[in-house]
């Protein structure tokens, strides 16, 4: 069984960091995309960062410069380091995984969220 647990949100100030962490459990996902989605309240879930298997990295407009996705295969674990945060960036951050190696548009396994609150 596929388990995916995010950790690292939190309450900081406009113009702070966070740094988000996901560890998947039950399979390796050494070569597989992963990535992280947001859902802000009254709005629909949207992507935020992915990397493919072959540590390529992929951003929204609004997260690109800075945030930045890494991972730790041998943890197999997914990064997000967030800075110059916003309050529009509130929302709550989940982890996703893919089943193949490329970023796309079709999650196969999803996190139980962890709450990012900016305050102005």
């Known amino acids: 069984q596929v388990q995916l647990v995010e950790s690292g949100g939190g309450l900081v100030q406009a113009g702070g960091s966070l740094r988000l962490s996901c560890v998947a459990s039950?399979?390796?996902?050494?070569?597989?995309?992963m990535g992280w989605y947001r859902q802000a309240p009254g709005k629909e879930r949207e992507f935020v960062a992915g990397?493919?298997?072959?540590?390529?990295?992929y951003y929204t407009t609004s997260a690109k410069g800075r945030f930045t996705i890494s991972r730790d295969n041998a943890k197999n674990t997914v990064y997000l380091q967030m800075n110059i945060l916003k309050p529009a960036d509130t929302a709550i951050y989940y982890c996703?995984?893919?089943?193949?190696?490329?970023?796309?548009?079709?999650?196969?396994?999803w996190g139980q969220g962890t709450q990012v609150t900016v305050s102005s």
């Open positions: 990397i493919d298997g072959g540590r390529s990295t």
């Open positions: 039950g399979r390796r996902f050494s070569i597989n995309a």
């Open positions: 996703a995984a893919y089943s193949g190696p490329a970023v796309v548009r079709t999650v196969d396994y």
